[in-house]
């Protein structure tokens, strides 16, 4: 019976426990967190005017962009990113501004002193370099700059929302010595976008150790740029994988988390998260190679997730990772991983309707869609099989241990009567035999008086109730039914302390305990 218990204990534990967060699947855990990832966009465009001798012209230069990664910390509104990505648009850096203005040197100037020589652009890089010099000096004396900057937040369903840095730690930078800026920081940026309902994405606690999995999440420039792919792949982030290799410090002593997961320039500011779907760590920089500055993979590294809790305490974002569009995202994804495809159906289209058309809740409620349409061949339940004839059994067995126990619950054996005599209870022994069994045996229990069982059915009971005696009565019935019957009737009269010999006067007799001749018989 105990074995039965335990085995419908730990079925039920295996049913009802709910899968803890760390049991996420892969493609759940970034279901869950690619809907919060977004493309964060630089932009600085110019309007220049410039004389390159033969009076003022206004040219407008081909914008500078710069691409980064970034993800929603707060489903209201507030973005993370590396400050890098967004620094030419808030500080507008000095570098910025000349690349922009030797541009506009170019388009306005250069350009047009080309085609007077019927020279095409980069025909005679010779000549072109000598007319830039020429020209730059006097260009540069009288030009009146005009810039614009901008940064926006893409989202994968098309949506392009404005920016505002809110709060910025510049990133880390080296002067020409190799030696680190005096205003280098955290390289974490803040921004703000209209408010809304957006995904986002919660901060993790737990301590990191080597070798957990990590996964990065970002828009690298070389598949942005990539001229064999469609300009979608702006949309959705591409999701590298690896694990967490080394725990370093940069160079003003900040601490770093190195990993292997690939990434490339475009994924910085990116999350990268475990397999709980929750941020261990920001991309922050590559390793470059010494000779080439081509990356070398495999040498990556993150801003720690308490820096990140750290460089947030002071700003409205309180709590990481809420939104009305994680709840029902979230239980509709359980309820599609878990095959409750009706269910799933129903909460992803709330979340659709929350935040319409993102790429990942439209592929999912499509699939869950089929799903419903064409119910795939489910596997026998065998954890509910077992439990139901486990249940079954234990049902059995118990009810038939109940009526055992319920039958027996009065009775004792033979031995323990003389027991209670020893200790002194005095119990009175009761002969309620049937008026034929007790006139054809010539035995009684010492001192047993006598009861006969239609007098106690009548209400003729010569017995006193209210001393609280304890009484035995036996009989010679199968399974002792007449001093069961009996002993149910005295209780019904307030004979509360009322036992049963196992047995009756046979029992008594097998374990050679002591009777007597009746005293009327020879």
């Not at 809110?166 to 955290?186: H, M, Y």
């Not at 974490?188 to 070798?211: E, F, K, M, Q």
Request: hydrophobic share 40%; aromatic share 6%; glycine share 8%.
């Amino acid at each position: 019976m105990k074995r039965l218990l335990a085995g419908v204990v730990v079925t039920l534990a295996a049913l009802a426990t709910p899968m803890p967060s760390s049991a996420l699947s892969f493609k759940e855990a970034i279901l869950r967190a690619e809907p919060a990832t977004a493309l964060i966009t630089a932009r600085i465009d110019a309007e220049v005017t410039i004389n390159c001798g033969q009076g003022p012209v206004t040219v407008k230069p081909r914008p500078f962009v710069e691409t980064g990664t970034g993800w929603f910390v707060d489903g209201r509104g507030w973005v993370v990113t590396n400050a890098h990505v967004v620094d030419p648009a808030h500080r507008l850096p000095p570098w910025v501004t000349h690349e922009l203005k030797k541009m506009a040197i170019d388009q306005a100037c250069v350009e047009p002193a080309l085609q007077a020589q019927n020279i095409a652009r980069g025909q005679r890089p010779d000549v072109e370099e000598r007319l830039r010099r020429d020209m730059m000096d006097r260009a540069m004396a009288g030009m009146r700059f005009t810039p614009q900057a901008q940064i926006t937040v893409l989202l994968s369903n098309g949506a392009r929302l404005p920016a505002e840095v809110k709060k910025f730690s510049p990133p880390l930078l080296l002067d020409t010595t190799g030696k680190p800026d005096k205003d280098s920081g955290r390289d974490l940026a803040l921004l703000r976008v209209p408010d809304g309902v957006y995904p986002a994405l919660s901060v993790g606690t737990r301590d990191v150790n080597i070798g957990d999995p990590v996964h990065i999440l970002g828009f690298p420039g070389v598949v942005l740029s990539h001229e064999l792919l469609n300009q979608s792949v702006t949309l959705e982030a591409s999701v590298t994988n690896g694990a967490i290799s080394g725990f370093k410090q940069d160079a003003i002593g900040q601490d770093v988390l190195q990993s292997d997961a690939p990434a490339a320039h475009g994924n910085s500011g990116g999350p990268a998260i475990r397999d709980d779907a929750s941020l261990v760590g920001v991309m922050t920089f590559v390793s470059l190679s010494p000779s080439g500055g081509a990356i070398v993979q495999g040498f990556n590294f993150l801003i720690p997730a308490r820096d990140v809790l750290k460089f947030l305490a002071d700003t409205p974002v309180k709590k990481t990772g809420e939104s009305p569009f994680n709840v029902v995202w979230d239980a509709g994804l359980m309820a599609f991983f878990r095959d409750r495809d009706e269910l799933a159906v129903q909460k992803i289209q709330e979340a659709n309707r929350l935040v319409p058309n993102l790429a990942d809740v439209k592929r999912t409620l499509a699939e869950a869609e089929e799903r419903v349409k064409n119910p795939r061949p489910r596997p026998f339940p065998w954890a509910w099989a077992t439990l139901g004839v486990t249940l079954l059994s234990v049902g059995t067995y118990g009810g038939m241990w109940g009526r055992r126990w319920w039958r027996n619950r009065f009775r004792v054996l033979p031995t323990q009567v003389i027991g209670f005599i020893e200790n002194g209870l005095s119990p009175l022994l009761v002969d309620v035999r049937t008026k034929t069994d007790y006139e054809t045996s010539p035995l009684t229990l010492p001192g047993a008086v006598r009861l006969d069982p239609d007098d106690a059915e009548k209400g003729r009971i010569p017995l006193d109730a209210e001393t609280g005696q304890l009484i035995v009565t036996y009989c010679t019935s199968p399974e002792e039914a007449t001093s069961a019957r009996i002993a149910q009737l005295l209780r019904q009269r307030q004979f509360t302390n009322v036992r049963i010999p196992k047995g009756g006067l046979g029992g008594w007799t097998n374990a050679r305990l002591p009777v007597e001749a009746k005293s009327h018989l020879p």
